[in-house]
């Protein structure tokens, strides 16, 4: 599975990235997940199978949203607080969550 | 008070969106993003032309030969800023129109210089490179709008030459931009041609004295600084991105103001301004990110006693050196706590105060308009931007007001945190 983050830099969603791929390696699941800038998300959108945009960024949701459903990607807001804690765990299970459902 | 955060959010998300997401600022925002690289690749020779004693190291003599040597490496980008602006922004709101983007861009560029005098003091062939950065960046920034808008007018109204099948395609292109391009710029040349009659001669100068100068003396004031700090600070209180969103607006104006700091630092010459792109970007933001959490995770490591308040401190530390602040700011929370609320807006503002008078005081020097990149650790950022060890210094000092402002709150919050723990034990 191909997961998409993303926020303004891509920053500090980078910063989830690497803890996600820690979880995903540890239950044995290849993913992989990279993190963007705003203005690179059309472009790398193609490449994902699920979206998802950093809590202080989610004013982005709309802009995306109907390219996104064109290509079939979902799209969500990461959880405030997993993002705060940086918890790869829950925001892969969420990840997980909408690719199963779509 | 629930409710009424509730209708502050309910404002601003909106204000949020319009402002991140709205075609033109989008475009500006991007066009300064594809200037950036040029901007920082100038700055570094700034820093390095004038590395402090060094003219008294090796002699003033060397030194000049020394700076002018260097002098084209920021000459050729930071200083001329706008060019490349214009051209992002061109190129940008053109793709966003799903049009052929490096026409959008180059038209904005021709645009732009067809509306600059060519003539200085009597002598043609001449563009002052001021025009080019500073002065010209409202002018450019307006330009670029118009031009793109044109361009992509011209394109969807059809006036193209249609080839016939069988041509290449990058020939067919090259003809299909000729309509439009040629009505875009003989338009821009129509404008050229009155403004020559009028009192201000050139739209340069009508743009710059009429929007830029007041926008810029606006923009350099401190009420307009504490305004931008604090809407920088209520956004980010709702977990929105405050920096990104300010910037939209903000931007041009603090730009601007840092070129032509640049140019008066560069010439040797008093800095005009205190506010100006570094100022925020260094003094403001550059401890740790957006609220100067730098100083609030010293704090968690020396007052935090619960096991939460630890955790935080060093998930938020790695990061927050960087100026990358998330983790804090949701994970503390400072999102929508009550608690905070007061340290969160105060201290910004009260840092910026502080600074704006240390520099008018001149016990600090003004940012010299050098653009140093945000994730530059604090103390170091500071001095690259004002090319002195005082402006780390400043930094040092401010992240000491900033803890004082936290200080009561942090231990508050501490000890709930630490009661509950014990609870549930």
């Not at chain 1, 963007?36 to 699920?50: G, M, N, R």
Request: charged share 15%; with cysteine; hydrophobic share 55%.
């Amino acid at each position: 599975m191909k997961i998409l983050l993303a926020c303004s830099a891509g920053m500090s969603t980078s910063l989830l990235v690497s803890k996600m791929e820690k979880v995903a390696e540890e239950k044995g699941l290849e993913a992989e997940i990279w993190a963007v800038a705003q203005d690179k998300v059309i472009s790398e959108l193609p490449k994902a199978d699920v979206l998802l945009i950093g809590p202080q960024m989610r004013f982005l949701k709309k802009k995306f949203e109907a390219k996104a459903q064109e290509l079939n990607v979902p799209v969500d807001i990461i959880d405030p607080v997993a993002y705060g804690r940086v918890n790869g765990e829950a925001v892969l299970d969420k990840a997980m969550e909408l690719i199963e459902a779509k | 008070m629930n409710k009424f955060m509730e209708v502050l959010e309910k404002f601003l998300m909106p204000v949020a969106d319009k402002l991140n997401n709205n075609r033109y600022l989008t475009a500006l925002r991007d066009g300064f993003m594809v200037a950036l690289p040029l901007i920082i690749f100038g700055s570094i020779f700034v820093v390095i032309a004038n590395l402090p004693f060094l003219d008294r190291l090796i002699g003033e003599e060397t030194f000049a030969t020394y700076q002018s040597a260097l002098s084209s490496a920021s000459n050729a980008t930071l200083a001329i800023m706008g060019l490349f602006v214009i051209i992002g922004i061109g190129y940008k709101l053109t793709q966003s129109y799903e049009g052929e983007a490096i026409y959008g861009g180059v038209a904005a560029l021709a645009a732009f210089l067809i509306l600059t005098p060519q003539v200085l003091d009597g002598m043609g062939g001449v563009i002052p490179t001021s025009s080019l950065g500073a002065q010209g960046m409202f002018v450019g920034i307006f330009t670029a709008f118009f031009a793109a808008e044109l361009y992509h007018f011209f394109t969807k109204k059809g006036f193209t030459i249609k080839m016939p099948e069988g041509v290449p395609s990058a020939v067919a292109r090259s003809f299909s931009a000729l309509v439009p391009m040629t009505m875009t710029l003989t338009t821009f040349l129509v404008v050229r041609i009155i403004f020559d009659i009028t009192p201000f001669e050139s739209v340069q100068d009508f743009v710059y004295t009429v929007v830029q100068a007041p926008l810029t003396a606006l923009g350099s004031g401190l009420p307009a600084t504490i305004v931008a700090v604090l809407l920088i600070q209520l956004f980010w209180f709702f977990g929105l991105h405050g920096q990104i969103i300010v910037n939209s607006v903000f931007d041009p104006i603090w730009y601007a103001l840092a070129n032509e700091n640049l140019q008066a630092f560069q010439a040797g010459d008093a800095l005009p301004h205190i506010v100006s792109k570094q100022f925020i970007d260094s003094f403001i933001v550059g401890m740790g990110g957006s609220g100067m959490t730098l100083a609030v995770i010293i704090g968690i490591f020396i007052i935090g006693k619960s096991r939460q308040m630890k955790e935080i401190g060093k998930l938020g530390a790695p990061a927050g050196i960087f100026n990358v602040n998330e983790p804090i700011i949701f994970g503390l929370p400072i999102i929508m706590n009550p608690l905070v609320l007061i340290p969160w807006l105060l201290a910004p503002v009260v840092v910026a105060v502080f600074t704006y008078f240390t520099m008018a005081a001149g016990i600090v020097p003004a940012p010299t308009g050098v653009i140093v990149p945000w994730t530059t650790p604090t103390i170091i950022n500071g001095a690259l931007a004002t090319n002195s060890w005082q402006g780390g210094i400043l930094q040092a000092v401010n992240i000491c007001i900033v803890f004082i402002i936290w200080w009561p709150f942090l231990r508050i919050m501490d000890k709930q945190f630490y009661e509950t723990e014990r609870k549930q034990q």
